[in-house]
């Protein structure tokens, strides 16, 4: 079992890392800060390029202690708190990713989610240095209630600003 979640815990975070590469420096076929900060004008996150700064921060961050699982529960919200965001600015545009889609947003959420409430496991640094206590399901919860809340917020603000630039007709 320990040896399946550090698996997990590394393939999901090398994807999430280079999905937050693409953001930050363009790389793996990314738009880079200009480019995401562009889509993420329209979306009403402000200002753009500043915001795709921190999304692409946010995610490698979160991926490198995921795949350590050093502070499992702090990586682990900070992956869910930008999906989190990406979810619901892309859910109107349905379910399936060739659509623009929520599809790959909501898959690594939740995946990391449910990886993380298993906990880091034996081979983790949060184990090797007496940190998992504060890897429990519990902590888990917690900071990811935490980064639903903080990401709930970035979308309702957002959607207010897009809003008030919208005129009535």
Not at 50 to 68: P, R, S
Request: overall charge positive; charged content about 10%; proline content about 4%.
């Amino acid at each position: 079992m320990d040896a399946g979640l550090l698996f997990l815990r590394v393939a999901l975070a090398v994807l999430i890392a280079g999905h937050g590469c693409q953001k930050l420096f363009g790389w793996f076929s990314g738009s880079g800060p200009r480019g995401t900060g562009a889509v993420f004008e329209k979306w009403g996150l402000r200002p753009g390029p500043a915001m795709a700064v921190v999304a692409g921060a946010t995610e490698v961050l979160g991926a490198v202690l995921f795949a350590g699982g050093l502070f499992t529960a702090a990586g682990t919200a900070l992956i869910v708190g930008t999906m989190v965001v990406a979810v619901a600015m892309t859910a109107a545009n349905g379910l399936w990713a060739n659509k623009g889609g929520c599809e790959l947003a909501l898959l690594y959420g939740l995946t990391t989610f449910g990886t993380g409430l298993a906990g880091p496991g034996r081979y983790s640094l949060d184990h090797a240095l007496g940190l998992e206590r504060f890897a429990g399901p519990g902590y888990v919860l917690g900071a990811s209630f935490l980064a639903l809340i903080g990401g709930a917020g970035m979308v309702i603000l957002a959607r207010l600003r897009t809003a008030r630039e919208i005129p009535a007709q």
